[in-house]
């Protein structure tokens, strides 16, 4: 039993070559723990490296980190992964400032 189309609302039709994108959000102080999180080693790589790994493994070509706090220890981690990146200079303005910045990089170059 389907429901019906009060709306006529049409899905788009879905393509093949839809391009996803993933944001890795690594901007802020890691104030909860003892250690800079982004760079906490898990199975011989940082939590960021293993997150990079993971989004690629998942056929994500589009990945955006946003960097904040302590931006210039991760800068070489993420050009030696050669995954973009944008920082966020008001990172103390909380996660949202963030996710803001980083989906404007993500505007346009993406579907989802």
Known sequence: ????????IVPPEKSKAEKFGALILAAGPSSRIDQF?????I??????ENGIRLFRDS????????IGYKAETLVPVLEAASCRYVINENHDNG???SILKGVSELRGVCDG
Request: hydrophobic residues 50%; charged residues 15%.
């Open 1 to 8: 039993m389907s429901l019906p189309n009060l709306f006529n």
């Open 37 to 41: 999180k982004p760079l906490l080693e």
């Open 43 to 48: 199975n011989g790589a940082s939590l960021l």
């Open 59 to 66: 056929g994500v070509e589009e990945i955006v980190t946003v």
């Open 95 to 97: 996660m949202f400032s």
